[in-house]
């Protein structure tokens, strides 16, 4: 009994260096237990074991999301693992039989990092259950999920390029490997119809979750994160019996999806439970509708800009109408929107007529310069004259 509550506490105190928030929008610590076949060990006390707790999950219990890890199980040396279920036709987490991945070594059994990440991916599925997630996988459908061949081919092509998505550091080749992705899944969608939109479910449920411990990972051990995609990685790499556990496979697959979006700078985070579509759906249309991140921040800059011109004109209490060259500006203060400059600080304009000298460099004709101090629009044509200005 000692040992576990040793290692409850420690995994407390793990979990004070995780920032949940940062790990995906509203995401909070929910409470947890350790479980053995006869004990349950929760934060300040221990119960009987019952049919409660099963696996590594989240249930309800008393009320409240508690994310439960069976300690007692014997973990899988070098990040082994399966995924059996046993779902209710309501598909809720409190029903299923599920054994997470756990890397560790026969030397270190249980790994405190390793088991605190765990627990936060139990974690991230109590906050699904409170959000309302609704995308959850249909293991019913699964069993009809086409075990073809060809199915498998771009399959196996598909998993090395997402696998390959994470060994460049350049946003761009990584947006264009993600796209590369898609379009394998693509082609696999129409040849083979909605029977393989099961690992859409298991990519966005468990993959996010997935994605979210081992975030949690880095903040504990960036070296044991780094380890842990490589070797996720190299499962995907891996042509092997793995690769026709679909469900399996699928955890792996929504992990690096996850992490190759945040790489190549393409947001991901949505609000659980409002959103329907699948990670995969989000990542196509945010990449197509998405030339480049950067392109999103321009776009609000000229929303912006447009609206200070807007308002700046509505509210002007002067607008002169004329011809002007502009001979004076604050370079610093100023920006352009189609044929309409803004100034905040001053302008200098001067009458037009053909030879008349610069304005800033003679006096002569002073009395034909109008300075305008403060906010100002001018109202350009095609040749660069000002042919109304706007002053509060």
Not at 193 to 220: H, R
Not at 278 to 297: N, Y
Not at 304 to 318: C, G, L, N, P, Q
Request: proline fraction near 2%; include cysteine; charged fraction near 30%.
């Amino acid at each position: 009994m000692q040992d576990i509550r040793t290692l409850y506490a420690a995994v407390e105190e793990r979990m004070k260096e995780i920032d949940f928030e940062a790990l995906w929008k509203g995401f909070h610590r929910y409470g947890f237990a350790l479980y053995t076949k006869d004990v349950v060990y929760l934060k300040e006390r221990e119960i009987p074991w019952d049919e409660r707790f099963l696996a590594n999950t989240t249930i309800t219990f008393e009320g409240r999301q508690l994310a439960i890890w069976n300690i007692g199980e014997e973990l899988s040396v070098g990040g082994e693992s399966s995924a059996e279920w046993e779902s209710s036709a309501k598909r809720e987490f409190s029903t299923k039989r599920e054994f997470i991945t756990v890397e560790n070594s026969p030397e270190n059994r249980f790994d405190v990092d390793i088991l605190t990440a765990g627990m936060v991916h139990e974690m991230f599925h109590a906050f699904q259950m409170e959000q309302g997630e609704t995308r959850f996988p249909d293991d019913i459908e699964a069993l009809d999920y086409p075990m073809e061949t060809d199915n498998f081919r771009i399959k196996y092509v598909e998993n090395k390029v997402l696998a390959q998505t994470l060994d460049t550091a350049d946003k761009k080749e990584c947006r264009e490997l993600l796209r590369e992705f898609l379009t394998l899944r693509q082609a696999r969608l129409q040849s083979f119809g909605s029977k393989i939109c099961y690992e859409d479910g298991v990519e966005t449920v468990e993959g996010m979750a997935e994605y979210v411990g081992t975030i949690a990972l880095y903040m504990l051990s960036p070296q044991k994160y780094r380890a842990r995609v490589a070797a996720y990685q190299s499962r995907l790499r891996q042509l092997s019996q793995d690769m026709f556990d679909v469900r399996n496979q699928s955890y792996y697959v929504g992990t690096l999806l996850l992490l190759a979006a945040k790489e190549a700078g393409v947001p991901m985070v949505h609000e659980v439970g409002a959103e329907r579509r699948f990670i995969r759906e989000i990542l196509a249309e945010r990449l197509s509708g998405q030339v480049d991140v950067m392109e999103e921040i321009l776009s609000k800059r000229r929303h912006e800009r447009e609206k200070v011109i807007r308002d700046f004109i509505e509210k002007a209490s002067t607008e002169v109408t004329g011809d002007f060259e502009i001979c004076g500006y604050d370079p610093m203060n100023m920006f352009k929107v189609e044929n309409q400059i803004y100034g905040s600080n001053f302008f200098a304009l001067r009458l037009f007529y053909e030879g008349a000298s610069d304005c800033l460099q003679t006096g002569e004709q002073q009395d034909e310069i109008i300075r305008l101090s403060g906010q100002a629009v001018l109202s350009m044509d095609e040749t660069g004259r000002v042919k109304k200005y706007y002053v509060k």
